[in-house]
């Protein structure tokens, strides 16, 4: 599975971003989905994630103002990023897990994209 991340940049607080991870290579309505973030000199934490079957999860940090969706016919799956704060700057990254069910550790996923970077400024 490759994965393709896009849509980060540069948004004052309070703004709204809505990122992309386009998928390959493999049946992407079986896959569960997930975006993490990582923050200069911290760890890789789990922001969101969705199963096959559409249901989501969210860290609580980001409980209704981020939400991830997918499109199956596009191979896509999204996360829109509202109410944007100063401590969501972080490079966001969308992963794949084979078995199909969201969990929260990194090391549980598959397949990894390249990264995009989401700057919030104050």
């Known amino acids: 599975v490759q994965l393709q991340a896009s849509g980060g940049g540069l948004v004052q607080a309070g703004g709204s971003l809505r990122l992309s991870c386009a998928a390959s290579?493999?049946?992407?309505?079986?896959?569960?989905m997930g975006w993490f973030r990582q923050a200069p000199g911290k760890e890789r934490e789990f922001v969101a994630g969705?199963?096959?079957?559409?249901?989501?999860y969210y860290a609580d940090s980001v409980k209704g103002r981020f939400t991830i969706s997918r499109d199956n016919a596009k191979n896509t799956v999204y996360l829109q990023m509202n109410s944007l704060k100063p401590e969501d700057t972080a490079v966001y990254y969308c992963?794949?897990?084979?078995?199909?069910?969201?969990?929260?550790?990194?090391?549980?996923?598959?397949?990894w994209g390249q990264g995009t970077q989401v700057t919030v400024s104050s």
């Open positions: 992963a794949a897990r084979v078995f199909p069910s969201v969990v929260a550790n990194p090391r549980e996923y598959d397949y």
């Open positions: 290579g493999r049946t992407f309505s079986s896959l569960a």
């Open positions: 969705i199963r096959s079957g559409s249901s989501t």
